[in-house]
């Protein structure tokens, strides 16, 4: 037990270590992809200090919840990207290591964030808001769909038995978990607002998403706001690779943990490389079209239920 909750305190450093180094390598990527020089892999973390530094400046009619909102976000995507296995699954919060938990303290922190979006009153934080929820109602039930698919055939959601399950060998080759991997990737970019459903380095109002939402946050606010906006693209990472790439990961039937961490850095460098890689070579798309997007990711999670369905013969 004392192991596993030294486990569960590096893994929960370490995803908050490696979280803006995963955002300095993609922008680091994407600026070389363009013949640009680009910041160095350190500038996030001097970001987050200067922010830390300045002073906060609020609205005059901003509520409890607006200066809440920062710490309660923070606190549920942190938690989230701890609960993800990213070097072993010997962890001390195994046991709540569960998808549809994961699902909720998502939107958790999104509820918050769309709540201070409108509290100020702004127009453009409204809009903001009200996109997110859109996008959140396509992206939640397609993110359901894939998690019911990879349950059929673990017969678990929780993600220690699902790691532990593709790394056994009894998996083979299945259309449905590729369709499934598909959906997660596209729901992916959707929930971390990267192109095509936005920008996040964009400052033109009526095109923002969540930049939008964050317009009026300041100093440690606005600093809570962007970590925990990293550690969201690190866990969706994280995710993808504990679900679909679980190989050196240390999971009960064995593993180094060093294997384990070093696997993981890969990981971490191949998908921010392949997302630079794929925002360079996509233009933003228009905000009534990211209903088409992400209904084809809910088409193809749905398939790949069907398929696991079938194939099992329920």
Same mark, same amino acid.
């Given at each position: 037990m004392i192991t596993a909750i030294l486990y569960q305190i590096v893994q929960m450093l370490l995803v908050l270590a490696l979280a803006p180094a995963l955002t300095g390598w993609v922008r680091l990527v994407k600026a070389r992809l363009l013949g640009r020089r680009g910041p160095s892999l350190l500038q996030p973390y001097r970001d987050l200090l200067r922010l830390l530094r300045k002073e906060v400046v609020l609205a005059h009619n901003a509520s409890w919840l607006f200066r809440a909102t920062p710490y309660a976000m923070f606190t549920a995507i942190w938690l989230a990207? &701890? $609960?993800?296995?990213? !070097?072993?699954?010997? /962890? =001390? /919060? =195994?046991?709540?290591? #569960?998808?549809? %938990?994961?699902? =909720?303290?998502? &939107?958790?922190?999104?509820?918050?964030? %769309? $709540? =201070?979006?409108? #509290?100020?009153?702004?127009? !453009?934080?409204?809009? &903001? *808001?009200?996109?997110?929820?859109?996008?959140?109602?396509?992206?939640?039930?397609?993110?359901?769909?894939?998690?019911? *698919?990879v349950a059929v055939l673990v017969h678990s959601t929780s993600l220690a038995d699902i790691a532990a399950f593709m790394t056994s060998g009894m998996v083979g080759l299945r259309v449905s978990l590729a369709l499934a991997l598909i959906a997660l990737v596209m729901v992916a970019i959707a929930e971390n607002a990267r192109i095509p459903i936005d920008n996040p380095a964009t400052h033109l109002e009526l095109t923002m998403v969540h930049e939008a939402m964050v317009l009026e946050y300041s100093g440690r606010h606005l600093a809570l706001v962007e970590a925990a906006a990293m550690l969201k693209l690190l866990l969706y990472v994280a995710l993808i690779a504990c679900i679909f790439v679980p190989w050196g990961l240390a999971t009960g039937q064995g593993g180094s943990l060093l294997a384990g961490l070093l696997s993981f850095l890969a990981k971490l460098a191949v998908a921010g490389a392949g997302l630079a890689l794929f925002e360079t070579s996509?233009?933003?798309?228009?905000?009534?079209?990211?209903?088409? !997007?992400?209904?084809?990711?809910?088409?193809? *999670? $749905?398939?790949?239920?069907?398929?696991?369905y079938v194939s099992r013969g329920v």
């Open positions: 990207a &701890g $609960l993800v296995p990213v !070097f072993t699954t010997q /962890l =001390a /919060l =195994a046991p709540a290591a #569960d998808l549809i %938990a994961l699902i =909720a303290l998502l &939107g958790t922190a999104r509820f918050f964030l %769309a $709540l =201070a979006g409108m #509290d100020i009153g702004t127009g !453009f934080g409204g809009i &903001g *808001s009200s996109r997110e929820m859109m996008i959140a109602a396509l992206a939640e039930p397609a993110m359901l769909m894939m998690v019911f *698919s996509v233009a933003k798309m228009r905000v009534f079209r990211v209903g088409e !997007f992400l209904g084809g990711a809910l088409l193809l *999670s $749905l398939l790949g239920a069907i398929f696991l």
